[in-house]
């Protein structure tokens, strides 16, 4: 379950977004090892955690993506934005990061995610 900004009181500036890095799968279905997976490459996807008010252009703020909202699966680019270890309210850490609007490449379509 993805963490809530609630839980790490971290609300980011400007025209960022906080996302909790998805857990690289490394055993299959069936249990079998998947060896691109044990080189402990970080995913380029996660959860939305918390999104900053917007972004400023010409001297005025101009709000973010409607899309972008807390709890929604995105893809983005694995070399954008900075790295965040954060711990929660039950002490546990979760890396997350903080991109820029336009370092989010896709949205997870599945119907059980928002």
């Known amino acids: 379950m993805a963490m809530q900004s609630k839980d ?6 400007r025209g960022r977004i906080l996302v909790e890095r998805a857990e690289v799968e490394t055993r299959s279905i069936g249990g079998v090892l998947i060896p691109e997976a044990t080189d402990k490459e970080e ?13 400023i252009e010409n001297g005025k703020e101009q709000p973010m993506q409607p899309e972008l909202k807390p709890g929604r699966y995105v893809y983005f680019s694995r070399y954008g934005g900075n790295k965040l270890v954060v711990k929660n309210v039950d002490g546990k850490s979760r890396e997350c ?18």
Not at 43 to 55: N, Y
Not at 107 to 112: G, Q, R, Y
């Open 43 to 55: 995913s380029a996807e996660g959860f939305i955690v918390e999104v900053g008010p917007g972004r």
């Open 97 to 114: 990061v903080i991109l820029n609007e336009d370092d989010i490449i896709a949205f997870k379509t599945d119907s059980n995610l928002s």
């Open 8 to 13: 790490i009181g971290i609300k980011p500036a």
